[in-house]
């Protein structure tokens, strides 16, 4: 039983690159989510999922895609990067949607240059 | 939209003294989590409150929710050099699709 998995771990990217932060659980948790954070600050919601084929906007959207066509993973996609999403990106999931606690993934320090 | 207010921000402590941090909401809450994330890692889930008045004990760690539902503390008594950390508060609520508001959390830092 891995929990949440992301990678990569560690990335660079140059202004206005793409490419898709992955993030994948084994617990069967219908609920999915990802979050950044910013040096010193708290967990903003970018995009949630409470089931395959269902993704919503949270907080701060702009700049991301995601979309969930299996249970088990939830994808983040940084369409054009730019400097100002530099920051540590938390993959997210609970077994049922509202009623328990997150399990976090490691993380995934992103360096946009 | 609802927020969820978290105070102090930062908290430095002698090793054996008691800490305390408090998490506010602008709306009542269905529940209130706890997490801790240790300097360079992820956040990782303490405890969940649902119930008014409802007091939670792990150890060290009493956790509370507000009779209105809309606050909660954690408090440690004796904190360790293990204690180090930042304690998060996610507030959901009914109406929220779901989703957890965190706060900004507490940085807590022991002076051995």
């Known amino acids: 039983n891995a929990g949440v998995t992301q990678t990569p771990k560690f990335q660079v990217l140059k202004t206005g690159q793409s490419m898709t932060l992955q993030c994948a659980q084994d617990m069967n948790h219908e609920y999915m989510s990802w979050y950044r954070q910013d040096p010193g600050m708290g967990l903003r919601l970018i995009h949630y999922s409470v089931g395959a084929g269902i993704t919503d906007q949270g907080e701060v959207p702009n700049g991301y895609n995601v979309s969930r066509s299996t249970t088990e993973d939830f994808p983040l996609r940084l369409l054009s990067a730019a400097p100002s999403q530099t920051s540590v990106y938390f993959c997210a999931s609970s077994f049922r949607t509202g009623r328990d606690g997150y399990t976090f993934g490691s993380g995934t320090r992103l360096t946009v240059v | 939209g609802q927020q969820v207010m978290q105070i102090p921000q930062y908290q430095h402590v002698q090793e054996g003294e008691d800490f305390t941090t408090y998490c506010n909401s602008s709306?009542?809450?269905?529940?209130i989590q706890w997490y801790k994330q240790r300097p360079g890692g992820h956040p990782v889930f303490l405890i969940q409150?649902?119930?008014?008045?409802e007091v939670k004990k792990q150890k060290r760690l009493t956790f509370q929710f507000g009779e209105a539902k809309k606050n909660s503390s954690l408090h440690i008594t004796a904190t360790q050099t293990t204690d180090v950390g930042t304690y998060f508060c996610?507030?959901?609520?009914?109406?929220?699709?779901?989703?957890?508001?965190f706060g900004d959390g507490t940085t807590l830092t022991v002076k051995p």
């Open positions: 409150l649902v119930k008014s008045g």
């Open positions: 996610a507030g959901g609520i009914n109406t929220n699709a779901g989703k957890s508001t």
């Open positions: 709306t009542t809450l269905s529940n």
